[in-house]
């Protein structure tokens, strides 16, 4: 087993958003603050309990609280967040769907609820609304009463399924 000094920093690989990173940082370093230093503040923390999800990103094709990791766990892996979504200016459906079904006011949850929409439909593209309100049970939000980000999911769902993307449709 490999020991560190207290103090020592480890070299670490991450590949966000399709780009590689190389950092140094402590064993107990948390992702989501190694994640908002390189430049991705779109990562929110909302509390220290690992229950609000404003951290979620999607690593290795699973959503995951960047708070509950360490940052040395993540090494080697790769991680969309908020900002990997849209492409060449193009919003991703459900960014798009958010928009349109006035699904954010403050906007803190928001990439978080995003990244763990994404994920949801891709487990499941065909939802119930059960099964959506369960989805996203993991991120909490104070604004919205998540009525609209229940009804911007479901339409990014059957966006998706048709694999129509809004800004192709007006
Ligand atoms: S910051 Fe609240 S769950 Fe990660
Ligand atoms: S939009 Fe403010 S917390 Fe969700």
């Given at each position: 087993m490999k020991l560190f000094e207290k103090d020592q920093k480890v070299k670490i690989t991450l590949k966000v958003n399709g780009k590689p990173y190389e950092t140094e940082v402590e064993p107990r370093r948390l992702l989501v603050h190694v994640l908002r230093e390189l430049g991705f503040t779109g990562v929110h923390v909302g509390c220290d309990t690992s229950n609000c999800g404003a951290c979620t990103v999607i690593m290795d094709g699973k959503s995951v609280k960047?708070?509950?990791?360490l940052a040395v766990e993540a090494n080697n892996s790769e991680i969309t967040t908020v900002e990997g979504l849209a492409q060449d200016g193009n919003l991703h459906p459900v960014q798009e769907a958010f928009w349109e079904k006035h699904a954010?006011?403050?906007?803190?949850?928001t990439p978080g609820m995003i990244m763990q929409s994404v994920w949801l439909l891709k487990e499941n593209p065909n939802p119930t609304e059960e099964e959506i309100r369960e989805g996203i049970s993991g991120n909490l939000c104070r604004?919205?009463?998540?009525q609209n980000i229940v009804e911007a999911i479901k339409t990014a769902a059957e966006r998706l399924r048709l694999n129509q993307p809004l800004y192709q449709r007006r």
């Open positions: 960047s708070c509950t990791l954010l006011q403050c906007g803190y949850c604004c919205t009463g998540y």
